[in-house]
């Protein structure tokens, strides 16, 4: 796996407003009729760049609520349906992110994954609290990392825009820079394809910060997906044709 080179990338993102610029700058086209087929409820784009294949595969929204389908569960259903039918060569979730400025993180920063955690899975029983905490490394990525010029940590998931006093412990013992809501899912996935995988996270909100998370995340949403457009193309440039040992 680690000889080949990449000639598939597939981009996994929460939210439509996080998934359209990128499909913009990619200039990739929706999927009709779809590559994942209803009732999951995702939207895929497609598109040749750099000489490789891209597709972009947002959640969609809840039938339910008419928002973007969040949080672990969607993102591992749509992870596992995504990399089935379109077998990349290289996953990455892409997305938004609270930051701890303890560990580096400013609002605007692109952060690249070294490792992948949950802090809300609390199973206190020999065996299954590991499992619950989960925690496996990204793929090794120091020359993207310098060529981009990203900050790097470990990122941290969970289903909860804020934490509570558990969540906050984990956070810690996970030495979590980033705190979101789907890498640790896709991670699982990933591993079970064996596909290698990496994310990148843009910083709305400082979590050892002093404001609700939900005022400065939908403050500066806007711009932290202007973030992630301005990094996705030169991250698929890189990428494109190397191999995993190369990154
Ligand atoms: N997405 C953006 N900010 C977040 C935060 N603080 N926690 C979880 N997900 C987020």
């Given at each position: 796996m680690e000889r080949k080179s990449i000639k598939s990338v597939l981009v996994l993102v929460a939210m439509e407003a996080e998934a359209l610029p990128l499909v913009n700058i990619l200039d990739l086209k929706e999927d009709v009729p779809p590559?994942?087929?209803?009732?999951?409820p995702a939207v895929s784009y497609t598109g040749e760049k750099f000489g490789i294949t891209i597709n972009v595969v947002r959640n969609g929204?809840?039938?339910?609520?008419?928002v973007d389908n969040v949080g672990t569960v969607p993102a591992a259903v749509t992870a596992y349906l995504a990399v089935h039918e379109l077998k990349p060569d290289l996953v990455i979730s892409v997305g938004t992110a609270g930051g701890f400025k303890a560990r580096g993180a400013a609002i605007g920063d692109v952060f690249l994954a070294t490792a992948f955690a949950n802090h809300?899975?609390?199973?206190?029983?020999p065996g299954f609290d590991k499992y619950g905490v989960w925690r496996i490394d990204a793929v090794p990525a120091p020359n993207l990392r310098e060529a981009l010029s990203l900050k790097e940590g470990v990122v941290s998931s969970g289903n909860s825009l804020d934490y509570s006093k558990e969540d906050w412990d984990q956070l810690h013992a996970n030495e979590a820079a980033v705190k979101e809501m789907e890498a640790a899912g896709i991670s699982w996935v990933a591993h079970l394809h064996n596909v290698p995988f990496l994310a990148l996270k843009s910083i709305?909100?400082?979590?050892?910060?002093?404001?609700?998370p939900q005022e400065e995340f939908l403050e500066n949403l806007h711009s932290a997906a202007q973030a992630l457009q301005r990094v996705i193309s030169p991250v698929l440039e890189f990428v494109a044709g190397k191999t995993i040992k190369e990154l």
């Open positions: 590559r994942i087929a209803p009732p999951a929204k809840c039938q339910l609520h008419g809300d899975r609390r199973i206190p029983i709305t909100d400082i979590v050892d910060g002093d404001r609700p």
